[in-house]
Structures are given as structure tokens and as C-alpha cells.
């Protein structure tokens, strides 16, 4: 096992230890029809909703970690942050990228999503972009029916620690508390 796995793997294990949860070593998971893995992770319940941090959920793919939970969006989602030629392929109408109102946050991220009327009314939101902010140097935040999931980089210069991994489960059991509201919620004015 490589370092940088058995660093994640005592990661998990305090997580475990202080919220909660079950860690296994290569598990049949499955949180939906559309996420299933046989890495190496961690699972619980909190807040009443399955939690699991899943290491290479991707198959063929060793450089990222995922927190997925079931959740049950009335919308799709689709969120990452900008790439350098992100705007070209938004000039040539091959991206779709929301803009949600607030100029730092609209330049940071590549949004995406249907319907795009709920999707913005959700990032809108000044504590949605907090918890997406919170979640720090992550690849892709998705959601879907049946799960919402944010994949992180993993790699042998990445280190976490137990507190960075705790901020990130709560932030996601938030994004997904929240995005499972969207469309029963009065807007905001």
C-alpha cells in the first residue's frame, strides 16, 4: 500500500474513532445504482443519512479520494473549479456554466445543471457557497437521485488530517441537507 494511502487510511480511522462509522478495507459498497466500489474506505451514518469516504471509487483512477452520501436533489448538479481554457469552450457553447450572481464565485467554478433556474437559486445562497468554499482543493462536487458526491486529490504530496477530513464530511452533509430542499423552498428575495 503506498504512503500516501496509509496515510489516508489513519485519517479515516480517527474520523472513525471520533464520529462515529465503520472502516473497511476493501468493501462491496453500494450508496445507489450509480456508485459502487470495492476500495478501501470508511462508512457511517450521520445525521441520519449514509456517509462514506471511498478511496479510488474511479476504476483505473489511484489519485483521488470521494465523500458520497445518499441524498435524493430535485436537480442535477455538476460543479468544478475553472480551468485555464474553460472559457473557450464556453465561447464555442460546449460548457454550460451557470452564473449565479456573486463575481468571485462565478469565476472560481464551472457550474452546471438542470434545472438551471433551481441550480442557481441553490449556489445563490451565501451558506452553500461557504460549505462549497469549505470543501477546499476538490476536483468535482455532483449530485444526482441517489447520491451527492465530491471527489478530492489524493496524492503522495497531498496530506490531510482528521480535522480537514471532519470539515469536509460536514460540509458535504450540509450541501446535501440543502440541495435536497431545492425546488420545495420559496425563493429568496
Same mark, same amino acid.
Given at each position: 500500500?503506498?504512503?500516501?494511502? !496509509?496515510?489516508?487510511?489513519?485519517?479515516?480511522?480517527?474520523?472513525?474513532?471520533?464520529?462515529?462509522?465503520? %472502516?473497511?478495507?476493501?468493501p462491496?459498497?453500494n450508496? &445507489?445504482?450509480?456508485?459502487?466500489?470495492?476500495?478501501?474506505?470508511?462508512?457511517?451514518?450521520? &445525521?441520519g443519512?449514509?456517509?462514506?469516504?471511498v478511496l479510488? +471509487?474511479?476504476?483505473?483512477?489511484? +489519485?483521488?479520494? &470521494?465523500?458520497?452520501m445518499?441524498?435524493?436533489?430535485?436537480?442535477t448538479? &455538476?460543479?468544478?473549479?475553472?480551468e =485555464?481554457?474553460?472559457?473557450?469552450?464556453?465561447?464555442?457553447?460546449?460548457?454550460q456554466?451557470?452564473?449565479?450572481?456573486n463575481a468571485?464565485?462565478d469565476?472560481?467554478?464551472?457550474?452546471?445543471?438542470r434545472? $438551471?433556474?433551481?441550480?442557481?437559486?441553490?449556489? /445563490? =445562497?451565501?451558506?452553500?457557497?461557504?460549505?462549497?468554499?469549505?470543501?477546499? +482543493?476538490?476536483?468535482?462536487? /455532483?449530485?444526482?437521485?441517489?447520491?451527492? =458526491?465530491?471527489?478530492f486529490?489524493?496524492?503522495?504530496?497531498t496530506?490531510?488530517?482528521?480535522?480537514?477530513l !471532519?470539515?469536509?464530511?460536514?460540509?458535504?452533509? =450540509? %450541501?446535501a441537507?440543502?440541495?435536497?430542499?431545492?425546488?420545495? $423552498?420559496?425563493?429568496?428575495?
Amino acid at each position: 500500500m503506498d504512503w500516501h494511502v !496509509r496515510q489516508m487510511m489513519e485519517v479515516l480511522r480517527g474520523v472513525c474513532k471520533d464520529v462515529g462509522g465503520e %472502516l473497511y478495507d476493501s468493501p462491496s459498497l453500494n450508496t &445507489s445504482d450509480q456508485v459502487e466500489s470495492n476500495s478501501p474506505g470508511w462508512h457511517a451514518t450521520l &445525521s441520519g443519512r449514509e456517509v462514506n469516504v471511498v478511496l479510488y +471509487d474511479v476504476p483505473g483512477a489511484r +489519485d483521488h479520494f &470521494s465523500i458520497i452520501m445518499n441524498a435524493w436533489p430535485r436537480i442535477t448538479l &455538476s460543479l468544478r473549479r475553472e480551468e =485555464r481554457f474553460d472559457w473557450l469552450k464556453k465561447s464555442m457553447g460546449k460548457l454550460q456554466d451557470v452564473q449565479v450572481g456573486n463575481a468571485d464565485f462565478d469565476r472560481d467554478f464551472l457550474i452546471g445543471g438542470r434545472p $438551471e433556474g433551481d441550480v442557481k437559486q441553490f449556489l /445563490a =445562497r451565501r451558506e452553500v457557497q461557504d460549505w462549497v468554499k469549505t470543501l477546499g +482543493d476538490f476536483h468535482h462536487l /455532483a449530485g444526482d437521485q441517489g447520491f451527492f =458526491r465530491a471527489t478530492f486529490p489524493l496524492t503522495p504530496k497531498t496530506r490531510y488530517e482528521p480535522e480537514d477530513l !471532519r470539515v469536509r464530511v460536514v460540509s458535504m452533509l =450540509r %450541501l446535501a441537507e440543502a440541495v435536497e430542499k431545492v425546488g420545495l $423552498e420559496a425563493p429568496r428575495m
